[in-house]
Each structure stands twice: as C-alpha cells, then as structure tokens.
C-alpha cells in the first residue's frame, strides 16, 4: 500500500508505541477489526511479526496484510 497507490501512505504513529509483534497485532487488530481479529489471523500477524522488535518496513508489511485477510472483507 505504502506508496505503490497514488496518495496512500501509512503513518505508523496510529501504532501508539507499540513495539512487539503481539502489541502491534494487538493495536492493529483494535483500529482496524474494532479488537475482533480472528485468533488464527492475529496469531498469523504475530508470527509474521516476529522476531522482536519487527523492522519498520515489517510493520508497513503487516498491516497490508490485515486489510486483505478474510476477516476484514466481510460485507
């Protein structure tokens, strides 16, 4: 998303500090799901999230990868 649409950018600030694959799925999952994620796509998110602390362009990758999973394209 970052850059690749015209005008879409990611701010990662929405992330509140945080730093760790689970509280950045966990932040992620709140903002986006209104905190209801799927367990196995949150555990998905966390895994590929990891290792700890995940780089910059890890986190921009993760949430592209939210706003596609299957929980996120209901009607």
């Known amino acids: 998303m ?4 015209s005008g879409v950018t ?5 992330l509140n500090g ?3 694959a689970k509280s950045i799925a966990d932040r992620l999952s709140l903002l986006l799901f209104g905190g209801e994620m799927a367990a196995t796509e949150k ?3 966390v895994n590929f999230l990891l ?3 995940p780089t910059t362009q890890r986190i921009k990758d ?3 990868l939210a706003v ?3 929980s996120f394209q209901w009607i």
């Open 68 to 70: 596609v999973s299957p």
């Open 62 to 64: 993760a949430i592209a």
């Open 51 to 53: 290792p700890d602390p």
């Open 18 to 20: 945080a730093n760790t």
């Open 43 to 45: 555990a998905a998110l």
């Open 2 to 5: 970052n850059n690749e649409i």
């Open 10 to 14: 990611v701010n990662l600030s929405i």
